[in-house]
């Protein structure tokens, strides 16, 4: 397994863990009757947080595994395999953000709730390129 194949399965489970817990938990603070909207904002700083120090742990870790693999540039093959995913992963988003503006037009909600909606939208965009991208690698595209 190449370290950039290694990247996108860290970058998917950290991803799939971290907003898997918060998108429903801030589903449920979001609907309670009395918002405290600072709370919110702070659960949501403590995610992206955490997103990101385990996503550094775990590369540094990686990294540090193999330093030989980590260093060598990118080939052709992986080129193209993050091409192709991150088109994938456009048009998805695309559909996402199309579906979201349509929800707030014709439903009643409040910015935070819209806001969360849209950052849905781009995180399963990325969990989709990142997907994509290991399929890409196991398929030897």
Sequence with gaps: MTFREKKAWITLITLVIVFGVYF????NAYHTPDQNFGYLTHTALIALSAFLV?????LVVVALRS????????DEREL????RAN?????????FVIVSVFLMIH??????GWGHLFF??????EVI???TQIVLYRRGA
Excluded at 54 to 58: A, D
Excluded at 80 to 83: F, P, S, T
């Design 120 to 125: 849905l939208s781009v995180i399963l965009a």
């Design 80 to 83: 193209m395999i993050e091409l």
């Design 107 to 112: 439903e009643h909600g409040g910015n935070w």
């Design 54 to 58: 385990m996503e550094i742990v775990l």
């Design 87 to 95: 088109r994938i992963a456009y048009f998805c988003l695309m559909v």
């Design 129 to 131: 390129n990142f997907a």
């Design 67 to 74: 330093p030989a693999d980590a260093r060598t540039p990118k």
């Design 24 to 27: 429903p938990f801030m589903a």
